[in-house]
Each structure stands twice: as C-alpha cells, then as structure tokens.
C-alpha cells in the first residue's frame, strides 16, 4: 500500500477549523446494538455467559475467570529483568506524580456557628480495564492502578481478554505489572463483557462502583450502555496525536511521532500542523522512508492514509494554536520556537508534551503522567484518568441553632420564591418562637 498522507491548506481559509479537521469516524451509537445482548447475558447467566464469550469473541476458553494468585506471582518471577525494571520506573514516576494529585480536605467557616467542609471520598470499588486485543498493555495497568491506589480506593479489580496464546490465560507482562502493584484480583475478561462483569458482578467478581480504562469501540459502547448502573471514566475513542511544528522542527523526529502512534490501530489519527511547507515536504520524505521498514508498516500506512490522518498548512504558530485548541488532541506535541511558551498557549489537549525531547511515547511509559486521555474533541471538556477521577467530593453542611436562625428569613423567602413552602417550613419549624410546643420531640 503507498503512503498518500493528505494535506489540507487552511493558511487563507477564514471558516471555523472544526469542521475543516481530520477525524476517525466511531459509530458507538451503532455498536450499541452489538454489546447490548452480550451486556443482558451477563446479567442473566454471570460466570457462564462469560466463558461462552471468551470463546466466542477471543477464541479461547479459560480454564478459570480469575486468575489464580500464584499465576500472577509466577509472572512477575519469569518477567524479563529488563521489562522488570521498566516497570518498576514506570510506577515509582507515576506515583510521584499522582500522589501530589490528592487535594486536602478543606473547612470554610461561612457564618459564627456555620461552616461547609469539602471532604474528598474515594470510590469504594473500581473495575479497571486493560486492552489486550491488537497488544498487551501492560503500562495501562500502571496507569489505571496507580491513580485508584493513590485516590485510597479499597478493592479494585483489573480484567484483561483471555489470550489463546497463553491458554485462556491473561498475558503474563500485564500479570507482572499487576503483581508489582500488589493487585491479586484479576479477570481473564475482555472487551463489552467485562464492563458488564464490572457493572453487575459475576462469579468472584462482585460489582463495582466504577469502570475505567481504555478500549475498542465495544468497550466504549458498553461504557455509554450501562453508564449509571456503574459510573465511567469516559468514552474513549481511536488513539490520536498532534503536532504542532515550524521550521525548527526537526522532521525526522515529527516523523516518528506520527508513525508511532499510527502504530496503535489503522483507525489511530496522526496530524501535523505546520506553517512551513519545507517542513511539511520533509516529514513526508521521512515518513516514506521509514514507514515500508516498521514492524507494522501495513497497520501505520493505512491509519496514515486514512481520512482521520492528514497535514495541515496554517499561516503562522498563532492560527496554528486555534487549529489544535479545535482539534483538542488526545496528544499534542509542541515543536516551535519557544515550544514552552506556545505550549501555555494550549487550552484544549488531554496532554501537551514540550519540545523535540518529551515525545508522546514517553508519556506512554515514563513521564509520570497518565496515558488514558480524552480523545474525539472531548479535551475541551473533560480530562485524563487522575487520583480525581476516583474520589468524590462531599460537602459536610453544620450549623448550630443561632446560624440557622441567622439565615432563616433568606431561606423561607426563597423557598416561598419557588412556590416550596414545606422548605420553609423545615426551617422555621426549627427556629420559630413555639418550635417547643408542639408534640416533636426536640
């Protein structure tokens, strides 16, 4: 297959760039029809349905949906040292940097007698979810289970499809990154399945309070289906980058970014906005010089072919950043002059990495922040996985006698406002001059 990456010209083009941009298509709305009866036979049978469906969609039957404790110790014994000791890095980086996540419980003394405590509560119970179809993703353990240690969250589960290649077994690196992190609740699950697993319990597997955790568009039509029975982290599409680049890039480098995260899938969006067309020539030069020699040239030359792919020429770095703020990449790479200063430009990305040396692969693995990022636009109003994604916040209300009856008169007057008047009532009753007489007992 050629590469024909294409390029758009939007250097004199006064419309909104949002429709102007190259997106993957996901129907989720369509898929939703596919994982609603595989989601009711969850439900319905539990255990049974879910290794009828192991077999059905991952060509294996496991010999057991939990994996036993001494399966996963047994991994992380074989694990390469090497893929050891990356791991390790991985989680000692990202617990650094998700520990400093936390917020403090916070008391405001709103009135003399009167304050509103805002406590953070973690969620009691998580499913996490880590991909295994296209490739193990082991770092995604890492960054599903750190957040939820670092948030205080009691019992969490991981589920991973079952693989044929290790007999119905979950892959033993994911077991590994799972072992280093003291999870020993692990399901040989995947896909719509496990959500539904997660969201009504099955076998071992009580439900949880929480689903998180990237996937294919199955997994995320079984988010949107039974979102409210279980919460959700978010709806993640197809894997995108950005690049926002000018003639200081080096297009060798733009080269293997775009590469890299076309990797991920053939439906895996790479986007280069430039205002250098010496630099738009050159990444292309690279592109097809590297590409026919990668390990997946065919998976990479079709995402970069595809319609979710492109270049595109701006006039200058400025229209350059309201092309990627309407973008709102998952991943978005600054490679300008003064990258630091157009980077605190951005407003919409799930993460902006600065320069020619934090590549997005780093934010993979060993950067410290999280890879499971809001992709399809939704950075301009959501965020990635944090310690924030697994707490609540509550509010504590306390006031004493004297601070209600303070604000009494506010409250009965907007009460009587929305035509309400038992909320009146439930004040005065308190703070009336016979509130004793009646025949409650005080």
């Not at 349905?49 to 992380?76: N, S, W």
């Not at 919409?348 to 950067?367: E, I, K, M, R, T």
């Amino acid at each position: 297959m050629d590469l024909t990456i294409s390029r758009t010209d939007l250097r004199d083009d006064p419309r909104d760039p949002r429709g102007l941009l190259p997106r993957a298509e996901l129907d989720v709305a369509a898929a939703l029809d596919l994982v609603r009866p595989i989601c009711a036979d969850v439900e319905k049978r539990g255990e049974e349905a879910l290794f009828d469906l192991a077999e059905r969609f991952d060509g294996v039957r496991p010999p057991h949906l939990r994996v036993p404790t001494e399966d996963i110790r047994a991994a992380l014994r074989q694990e390469e040292p090497a893929v050891r000791a990356a791991l390790e890095e991985s989680i000692r980086r990202a617990r650094q940097v998700h520990r400093d996540q936390h917020p403090s419980d916070h008391v405001t003394q709103v009135t003399a007698g009167g304050t509103v405590t805002e406590r953070w509560v973690p969620v009691e119970r998580v499913g996490l979810y880590v991909p295994g179809g296209v490739t193990a993703l082991p770092s995604s353990v890492v960054m599903n289970v750190v957040p939820a240690q670092e948030a205080g969250v009691a019992s969490l589960a991981v589920a991973s499809p079952p693989q044929a290649e290790f007999d119905g077994g979950v892959h033993p690196t994911v077991l590994a990154a799972c072992a280093l992190l003291g999870v020993e609740e692990v399901y040989a699950v995947g896909g719509a399945q496990a959500v539904a697993m997660f969201a009504y319990g099955a076998g071992e597997c009580a439900p949880a309070d929480l689903v998180t955790g990237p996937g294919n568009i199955y997994v995320t039509a079984a988010k949107r289906l039974l979102k409210g029975r279980i919460g959700i982290d978010a709806e993640a599409g197809p894997t995108e980058i950005a690049v926002l680049a000018d003639d200081t890039a080096d297009p060798r480098f733009v080269a293997a970014d775009l590469i890299s995260q076309a990797e991920h899938s053939e439906d895996a969006a790479s986007v280069l906005v430039t205002d250098s067309v010496a630099l738009a020539d050159a990444v292309e030069v690279e592109l097809r010089r590297r590409v026919p020699t990668e390990r997946h040239a065919a998976r990479i030359t079709a995402a970069l072919n595809g319609p979710q792919s492109g270049i595109l020429l701006v006039g200058d770095v400025d229209q350059g950043l309201r092309v990627v703020d309407a973008y709102a990449a998952e991943h978005l790479e600054v490679m300008t002059a003064d990258a630091r200063g157009v980077a605190a430009r951005v407003r919409n990305a799930g993460a902006v990495f600065v320069g020619g040396f934090a590549p997005v692969s780093l934010g993979d693995y060993c950067a410290g922040s999280n890879h499971v990022l809001p992709t399809g636009a939704s950075a301009r109003y959501s965020s990635g996985l944090s310690v924030l994604t697994f707490l609540r916040q509550v509010h504590v209300v306390d006031y004493d006698a004297e601070a209600l009856s303070a604000v009494a008169d506010q409250v009965v007057a907007l009460a009587s406002a929305e035509d309400l008047p038992a909320h009146g009532a439930a004040v005065t009753v308190r703070t009336s001059d016979d509130r004793d007489n009646g025949d409650s007992t005080p």
